[in-house]
């Protein structure tokens, strides 16, 4: 069912309550009633982007799928674990300002927190199942690792305020195969900063000067690298890097 742009309103209270998809964005939403969570028990995808919505809601824990971006939330309570069969969630646009990683739920495999009010990102075991995060246009200063997380493959931290990588971090994402760091504060990055795992490793826009074999010469996997930006400059310290990406 799909209710929009609806300008008279969305009828939630005359709802069928077997509905499986439901689409509601752009309603004027403010908030759902009590019986929602409890009553919608067979609903796996629910959009309710665009809306006026300045609380998480509770929901069904059948819920699949949940786009609830272009709002006012502004936290992610510890209730929102319990949407216990959750894989895709997307947020943008929100005014959220600490992820909680541990208040997600574990069955999570792809996660969209970009242009919120994030100050640091922490990744830690209870985000195990992720697959895909993106948190670019936010507020981040760090990265905090705190676990090991097998299957993050796909990791967009673009247009943040991040000024280093922790030495570590490459270890904690064994499996990080798309990696975006551009539109940073990074000067450079040091050995074990970067996921041997890496294909693609956007690091455009940054302070970064020059590729230290060091840190990029254990990235034998790497297929793209993009380097754009003022700071960059070619030299003969590029040597090794022609010698064994471009032979």
């Known amino acids: 069912?799909?209710?929009?742009?609806?300008?008279?309103g969305t009828p939630i209270e005359s709802l069928p309550k077997k509905v499986k998809?439901?689409?509601?964005?752009?309603?004027s939403i403010v908030e759902l009633p009590?019986?929602?969570a409890g009553t919608m028990e067979?609903?796996?995808?629910?959009?309710?982007s665009s809306n006026r919505i300045s609380m998480l809601p509770d929901l069904p824990t059948s819920l699949q799928h949940l786009d609830i971006s272009n709002s006012d939330i502004k936290i992610i309570p510890p209730s929102f674990k319990?949407?216990?069969?959750?894989?895709i969630f997307s947020i943008?646009?929100?005014?959220?300002?600490?992820?909680?990683?541990?208040?997600?739920?574990l069955t999570l495999t792809k996660c969209d927190i970009s242009k919120n009010k994030l100050?640091?990102?922490?990744?830690?075991?209870?985000?195990?199942?992720?697959?895909y995060l993106n948190v670019s246009g936010n507020l981040i200063t760090g990265l905090e690792p705190a676990g090991h997380l097998s299957a993050l493959a796909n990791l967009d931290s673009s247009h943040n305020l991040i000024s280093e990588v922790p030495d570590h971090f490459g270890k904690s994402l064994p499996m990080l195969k798309?990696?975006?760091l551009s539109g940073n504060k990074i000067s450079f990055l040091q050995r074990g900063a970067l996921p041997a795992s890496l294909i693609e490793l956007d690091i455009s826009d940054n302070a970064i000067t020059t590729i230290v074999e060091d840190t990029f010469g254990q990235l034998t996997s790497l297929s793209v690298l993009t380097v754009q930006g003022k700071h960059f400059f070619c030299n003969c310290d590029l040597y090794w890097f022609v010698n064994v990406y471009m032979h």
Do not use: G
């Open 1 to 8: 069912i799909s209710f929009v742009r609806n300008q008279a």
């Open 21 to 27: 998809r439901l689409k509601m964005s752009n309603c």
């Open 34 to 36: 009590e019986w929602f």
């Open 42 to 48: 067979e609903l796996v995808f629910l959009d309710l």
């Open 82 to 87: 319990s949407v216990s069969n959750l894989t």
């Open 92 to 105: 943008q646009n929100n005014k959220i300002t600490d992820m909680h990683p541990e208040h997600f739920p």
């Open 119 to 131: 100050n640091k990102l922490s990744l830690t075991n209870a985000l195990e199942k992720l697959q």
């Open 178 to 180: 798309y990696f975006n």
